[in-house]
């Protein structure tokens, strides 16, 4: 998982398997947003959940957001190789800058 | 897609010096942020500017951090002077609205302060 006290979280999987991640904040947010960044490059964002949605899919992505415990997933299934990637969640403190998690390493092999 | 082009990629400096890095955001876009990352760390929010002015600031941003953007030419940060704890990738981002929009970054452009 992302936020409060947790440490970056590193996860090693097979090309085909699904994975999961979590997040967690803690202030109100508007939306949650999903980045993927790659080795070298700047983040690409990936998905977008509003605070009145509870489930977003786009294509093998699928975002839930429960503001309720004020915690999100993000869950790519059949991964590929190319999915090799940190994965952070951010989120905009009612309307402000984006702030992002501490990430979750993806490491999937061919 | 859109893109946020950083230049330099990379620079390296003495401490003590004077470093400004050049950031064009999309084309249209009004909302410009600068953030920190520190090799295999999070990325840390430094700088919000919109309309010609600093909208949010981090404790990150310090005295010796200034942004701007003059009529049609880049959104800079300029660091004077510079410390060895600068040393990190700086990315430069834009967004059309604020922070529940999606935010484009640029790839970067890695400060080695020496």
């Known amino acids: 998982s992302q936020w409060g006290e947790e440490n970056l979280q590193a996860l090693s999987i097979q090309e085909g398997e699904d994975v999961t991640m979590n997040c967690s904040y803690k202030?109100?947010?508007?939306?949650v947003q999903w980045y993927r960044q790659k080795s070298g490059k700047g983040p690409a964002q990936l998905i977008l959940?509003?605070?009145?949605?509870r489930e977003k899919r786009s294509g093998r992505l699928r975002a839930t957001l429960d503001t309720s415990s004020q915690s999100s997933s993000l869950s790519i299934t059949g991964t590929l190789a190319t999915d090799t990637a940190v994965y952070f969640c951010?989120?905009?403190?009612?309307?402000?800058?984006?702030?992002f998690g501490t990430g979750t390493t993806v490491s999937v092999s061919p | 897609g859109p893109k946020v082009l950083q230049i330099p990629s990379h620079q390296i400096i003495d401490m003590g010096q004077m470093v400004t890095l050049n950031c064009d955001p999309v084309?249209?876009?009004?909302?410009f942020y600068w953030y920190k990352q520190i090799l295999g760390q999070q990325m840390e929010f430094l700088v919000n500017?919109?309309?010609?002015?600093?909208?949010?600031k981090s404790k990150l941003f310090k005295d010796q951090f200034s942004v701007e953007r003059p009529d049609g030419s880049y959104f800079t940060l300029k660091i004077q002077p510079t410390a060895l704890e600068d040393s990190a990738v700086y990315f430069c981002?834009?967004?059309?609205?604020?922070?529940?929009?999606?935010?484009?970054f640029g790839k970067g452009t890695r400060l080695t302060v020496v």
């Open positions: 981002a834009s967004s059309s609205d604020r922070g529940n929009t999606e935010v484009f």
């Open positions: 202030t109100y947010t508007t939306v």
């Open positions: 959940i509003r605070s009145n949605e």
């Open positions: 951010a989120t905009d403190q009612g309307g402000r800058a984006l702030i």
């Open positions: 084309s249209n876009h009004l909302y």
């Open positions: 500017f919109y309309n010609g002015k600093v909208m949010e």
